[in-house]
């Protein structure tokens, strides 16, 4: 059997030394995170806000945690004292909000924008028009607790490798357009294990990757 240390030493080798590995271990168990991280990783991706509440207070308390799933304004509160970067930043009612509690704990929050890039409507992120409103928008002074790190995009669900080429070169445009306007922003977090030679020719700098990590997932305990 292929041990968690040898599948992410092996997909680091496939990828830029300049390119982040993100593992994400949503539904993993809290054995198997702790075996990655004996194993040398330090962050970790989770999409769901009660589990990430239940694992972070029971492992390492080093662990860079990155929240990647929708999340609602209701739930912000809990995951911003632990939550290294939140990646899924969709809406300006979101923005508000993180600004609001992170300023209640004296916290300056780092984020990712989400662009939907994807043809399913299912899936989150600002549209190319609303991303430009808020940006427009954008005032730091406004937002002190808030810092806009970059880009996270999630292609659409297909075999049709020309069209998420297409889905990733959109999001590297819109990472560089956001660059003129925020010079801090650094990073482009899109790829997983399917796609992710595509995301990296497009200038992806987090890869995020799950089963082809960790296996098959388990329900966490």
Request: charged share 20%.
């Amino acid at each position: 059997m292929i041990s968690f240390a040898e599948r992410y030493a092996f997909y680091k080798s496939q990828i830029p030394e300049t390119t982040q590995l993100l593992p994400v271990s949503k539904t993993q168990s809290e054995a198997v995170i702790l075996n990655a991280y004996h194993a040398g990783c330090k962050n970790f991706g989770e999409n769901y806000v009660q589990e990430l509440h239940q694992k972070q207070a029971r492992l390492p308390q080093d662990i860079c945690w990155h929240f990647i799933g929708h999340l609602q304004r209701n739930k912000v509160s809990r995951i911003l004292p632990y939550t290294y970067l939140i990646h899924s930043l969709d809406r300006i009612e979101l923005a508000v909000e993180i600004e609001k509690q992170a300023a209640k704990i004296n916290k300056i929050q780092s984020v990712l924008i989400q662009l939907h890039i994807a043809t399913e409507s299912s899936k989150f992120g600002f549209s190319d028009s609303e991303l430009l409103q808020f940006l427009n928008n954008y005032n730091p002074a406004v937002f002190p607790h808030l810092k806009i790190k970059g880009i996270m995009a999630m292609a659409s669900l297909t075999q049709n490798m020309e069209q998420i080429e297409r889905e990733f070169q959109h999001a590297q445009q819109t990472f560089h357009q956001l660059k003129l306007r925020i010079p801090e922003a650094e990073i482009l977090s899109m790829g997983m294990s399917s796609d992710f030679p595509l995301a990296i020719k497009h200038g992806s700098t987090l890869i995020r990757m799950g089963t082809a990590l960790f296996g098959s997932r388990t329900q966490s305990t």
